[in-house]
C-alpha cells in the first residue's frame, strides 16, 4: 500500500497555529475577520453555507439528536438480559461519564479546529506527517461517514418501526411483516428530507423548540408511568443480578453496556454542523457538554423509572409489537389508547431526530467530499446556491438510508446491528482523535487550544475517554445473547469490514492520488513557521 513519506498539509505542523484569540487584526489584513471568519481562513475554507445555528437552537439540535431518554425505552432490553437492573444503572453510570470524558476531548478538538469534516480534519492536522493522510483517509474520515450514515439509518428505523408496534398494539389482527416497517421507515426518511431541504431556514427555530418539548415530553411519559404501574421492590432494581443472555457474568456485563453506550452516541453532531453555528469555536463545545449533562440526567431517570415500573418481565419481553416499552405502558396503564398516547410522544422524537441525524450526516459526508474523500466527489461536494446547504450531500445520504434500511426485511436482528454499526463507525473515529492528541500532551509539543479548553486536566480525561471507547467499540461487535444463530447473528462486523475493505481498495485505486488532506491556508501556515 501506497502510504507517503510526507504530507503537504501536516508537514508545516498546522496544529501549532494560534489559537484565535492570539490572531491580531492587523494579521487579517485591511479589514478586521470575525472570530468564524479567522477559523474558516486559518483552515483554508471557504464559507459556502449559512451560518443559521447560535447557541440555543445547536443545543436543540444536539439534545434532540442524542434524545437519551426517549431512546433509553427501546435501548434497555440489551442491558436488562444480560445483568438486569444492576447491569442497567451501574452500566449507565459507567457510559455516562465514559462519554462525558469522551465528549469533553473531542469538544476540546471542536474548538481548536471548528469544521464540519470534524475527526478526519481533526487527525490530518495532528498526525505524524506519515500517516497523516492515510489515517485521515481510511480510519478516520471513511469509517466517521459510516458510522454517521448508520446513526441516520437507526433514527429513522426508530420511527417506523414503532409506528409498527403500535399498529400490533391497536389492531390484533395486523399481519406484523418487516417490510411493513421498511415502508414505514422511508416514510420517516421523506419528512425529513421535505425539513432538510425545502424548509432548512427553519431548522434552528424548530430546533430551539423541540428543545423545550424534549423536556416536557420527559414528565408527560414518566409520571403516568411512575404513578400507574405496579412498583417492583428496590433490591429487583439496585441488587438482583439477572443474566439471561447466555454469556458469562463479567462478559455480560460489557455486552449490556451497548444499551448505555449508544444512548450518549450523537454529541459529535454540533462539529459536523460547525460551519453554520455562530461563534462556532465556543458554541459547538458548549452545546457538546450541556447536551451530555442534561440527556445524562434524563436518561438515567428514565432507566430508574423502567426497572420500577416493568411489571410482568415474561409479557414485556415476549410482546407481540416488538418493542417491549409499549408492553410496559400497555401494562401500566391498562389501556391501549394510554400505551399509544405515551408511544407517540416517543415516536415524535424518534422522527424529530431524524432531523438533525440527516443533516449531520450530510454534513459529513459534504466535507470529506469537499477533499476528495469519497467516489464522486466533484458532486457531492456541491452547495445549492439557493438554499445554502450541500444537496448532493443530504440526497446521497436519504440514498443510503433508503438501501440500508431494506437490511430490517430480511433479518430480525436488524436493529441491534445497526446499532453497532454506529457504535463502532462513530467511536473507532473517537479513538484514532484522542489516542493523537494523547501522543501530543505526551510529547510535549506545542497545541493551539482553542477558546475552549480542559488545561491541566486534559490528559486524565483523554485517558478516560481512550479507555471507554476502547471496550465499548470493542463490544459492540457481540450479539446481545447466545446461542447465536444466521438470524440473530451481530452482522455490524460483516458491514464493518467490507466497509473498510471498500475503502481500502478505493484508497489504492483512487483515493490515495486525489486525496490529500483537507487544505490549510498557506499563509496563515507560513507565519506560524516562521514564529516556531
Known amino acids: 500500500m501506497d502510504l507517503p513519506e510526507s504530507n503537504p498539509i501536516t508537514e508545516r505542523e498546522p496544529v501549532l497555529m494560534k489559537p484565535n484569540s492570539e490572531i491580531k487584526d492587523t494579521e487579517m489584513g485591511d479589514d478586521a475577520m470575525s472570530g468564524d471568519e479567522a477559523d474558516m481562513a486559518r483552515l483554508g475554507l471557504t464559507q459556502e453555507t449559512r451560518r443559521m445555528f447560535g447557541l440555543l437552537p445547536l443545543l436543540g439540535f444536539t439534545t434532540v439528536l442524542l434524545c437519551s431518554w426517549e431512546a433509553a425505552y427501546p435501548f434497555f432490553i440489551t442491558a436488562f438480559i444480560n445483568g438486569g437492573g444492576p447491569s442497567m444503572l451501574y452500566g449507565y453510570v459507567f457510559c455516562f461519564f465514559g462519554s462525558l470524558a469522551t465528549c469533553a476531548s473531542i469538544a476540546e478538538m471542536a474548538s481548536m479546529y471548528p469544521t464540519s469534516g470534524g475527526q478526519y480534519h481533526w487527525v490530518a492536522l495532528m498526525a505524524p506527517p ?3 493522510r492515510f489515517l485521515s483517509y481510511l480510519t478516520v474520515g471513511w469509517v ?34 418487516r417490510w411493513h416497517g421498511t415502508l414505514l421507515l422511508y416514510a420517516v426518511l421523506l419528512l425529513s428530507l421535505f425539513i432538510n431541504t425545502v424548509t432548512v431556514r427553519l431548522l434552528p427555530a424548530i430546533e430551539g423548540a423541540l428543545l423545550w418539548l424534549h423536556v416536557l415530553g420527559f414528565f408527560a411519559v414518566l409520571i403516568p408511568l411512575v404513578h400507574l404501574a405496579p412498583k417492583s421492590p428496590a433490591s429487583f432494581v439496585f441488587a438482583d443480578w439477572s443474566n439471561v443472555s447466555g454469556y458469562s457474568d463479567g462478559l455480560s456485563f460489557f455486552v449490556g453496556l451497548t444499551s448505555s453506550s449508544i444512548i450518549f452516541v450523537g454529541y459529535d453532531g454540533a462539529c459536523h454542523m460547525a460551519e453554520e453555528v455562530k461563534n462556532a469555536s465556543i458554541n459547538v463545545p458548549r452545546s457538546m457538554i450541556f447536551t451530555v449533562l442534561l440527556n445524562g440526567a434524563l436518561g438515567f431517570a428514565t432507566f430508574i423509572a423502567i426497572l420500577f415500573c416493568i411489571g410482568d418481565v415474561e409479557s ?16 401500566a396503564t391498562n389501556s391501549r389508547a394510554g400505551a ?9 422524537f424518534a422522527v424529530c431526530a431524524t432531523f438533525s441525524y440527516l443533516a449531520a450526516a450530510s454534513r459529513q459526508l459534504w466535507a470529506f467530499a469537499r477533499d476528495k474523500g469519497v467516489p464522486f466527489s466533484s458532486t457531492i461536494a456541491k452547495v445549492d446556491k439557493r438554499f445554502k446547504i450541500p444537496l448532493w450531500a443530504v440526497g446521497c445520504t436519504a440514498l443510503f438510508n433508503a438501501l440500508l ?21 462513530l467511536f473507532s473515529s473517537y479513538l484514532i ?18 477558546p475552549w479548553n480542559m488545561g491541566s486536566w486534559g490528559m486524565t480525561v483523554n485517558i478516560v475517554a481512550m479507555v471507554y471507547t476502547l471496550i465499548t ?60
Open 405 to 425: 434500511a431494506l437490511i430490517n426485511i430480511g433479518s430480525t436482528a436488524a436493529f441491534n446491528a445497526i446499532v453497532s454499526l454506529v457504535i463502532a463507525g
Open 130 to 132: 506519515k500517516w497523516a
Open 340 to 348: 399509544t398516547a405515551m408511544t407517540s410522544i416517543l415516536t415524535a
Open 473 to 532: 467499540f470493542v463490544m459492540s461487535f457481540f450479539p446481545p445473547a447466545t446461542p447465536v444463530t444466521l438470524i440473530t447473528m451481530n452482522w455490524s462486523v460483516v458491514v464493518f469490514s467490507a466497509a473498510i475493505v471498500f475503502g481500502l481498495v478505493f484508497w489504492v485505486l483512487v483515493g490515495r492520488k486525489q486525496y490529500h488532506g483537507p487544505a490549510i491556508n498557506p499563509r496563515f501556515a507560513r507565519r506560524q513557521d516562521e514564529s516556531v
Open 144 to 177: 466517521s461517514v459510516l458510522g454517521w450514515q448508520a446513526a441516520c439509518v437507526l433514527g429513522t428505523f426508530l420511527g417506523g418501526t414503532i409506528i409498527q408496534g403500535l399498529l400490533v398494539l391497536n389492531d390484533p389482527s395486523y399481519a406484523y411483516q
Open 316 to 331: 414485556a419481553l415476549g410482546t407481540q409489537t416488538g418493542w417491549p416499552f409499549i408492553q410496559i405502558f400497555y401494562n
Open 433 to 450: 482523535c484522542i489516542s493523537l492528541m494523547i501522543r501530543k500532551r505526551l510529547r510535549k509539543e506545542q497545541i493551539a487550544f482553542g
